[in-house]
């Protein structure tokens, strides 16, 4: 059983992930102390987001003092990213125990470099505050001045059964798209046009496009729900713009209107922002692709 302890009182993003990511590694084995008694604090075996120590050593991992642990861009971490630093592999180890250690790394750095730092950015000030932010949500769980009677432990309890969910989904998530790398490489050497790339199952196929390099692709065919859809490429990873928007005449047409204009017969819709459009089949949606290029 791991003694693990951190701050009472109110509770922030960054020390409920810290708990959740000490709960996935430790399957569960963990006793949490919340405290600021400080000879409690002295005895825990991990100690967070408290104590004015960042120490890996001796598994110390506060970030409050002036000389703040910072990540290698100087972007500043919190309690999530220094326990994610240092047993984030253990829990995606636990919670995706089938993962190859190549898997398991690009998951960790995936975690890492999203879900994790924007926690950390956020919990230092280094990032605009939202309403819809995850940090936000989750300290929403702190009781207010009209819930005198609810339990503070037992409300961080429940921030962390939150917390836990989000991270087995954005793990599991990574963990598909690290999965994909090898099927849209495959797609890739066997395509029939340089800038169309068919996947012949629904996955997440643009992490995968920017790892491998393939900066000729311009759309992505691949099935959804009961048709197919062809998706634009974006410039960079994560911008919602596209190397080469679908047809402005197709713009927000649907069904006949976009058969008309389109000339495939089995065109269902293209959406107005032009990233995305469809058909029935994958011969429809795959001839929408050769279309965008050749009107282009």
Known sequence: MLKVATHGGTFHADDVFA?????????GRLELTRTRDGGLLAGADVLFDVGGIFDPAARRYDHHMRDKPLRADAAPYSSAGLIWRDFGREAVRAMLPEA????????????????????????????????????????????????????????????????STILARVCARAYAAALAVDTVALAARTAEHPGILVLECRMPWEDAIFELG????????????????CSAVPPNKGSFAQKLPLPDVWAGLRDEALVSVSTV???????????VCGARSRDGALALARLAIALA
């Open 265 to 275: 017969p089995d065109a269902t819709f293209c959406h107005p922002a032009r990233f």
């Open 19 to 27: 708990y959740a990511i000490l709960k996935a590694a430790t399957a």
């Open 214 to 229: 393939l900066s000729e692709v311009l759309y992505v065919v691949r099935p959804a729900g009961d048709g197919w859809t």
């Open 100 to 163: 190859s250690e190549e898997a398991l790394g690009k998951v960790w750095r995936s975690v890492d470099e999203g879900l994790v730092r924007d926690v950390d950015l956020m919990d230092n000030g280094a990032a605009e505050s939202m309403p819809g932010h995850v940090s936000t949500l989750l300290e929403a769980w702190n009781p207010s001045f009209a819930e005198e009677s609810r339990d503070e432990n037992e409300a961080f309890l429940d921030a962390a059964e939150l917390a």
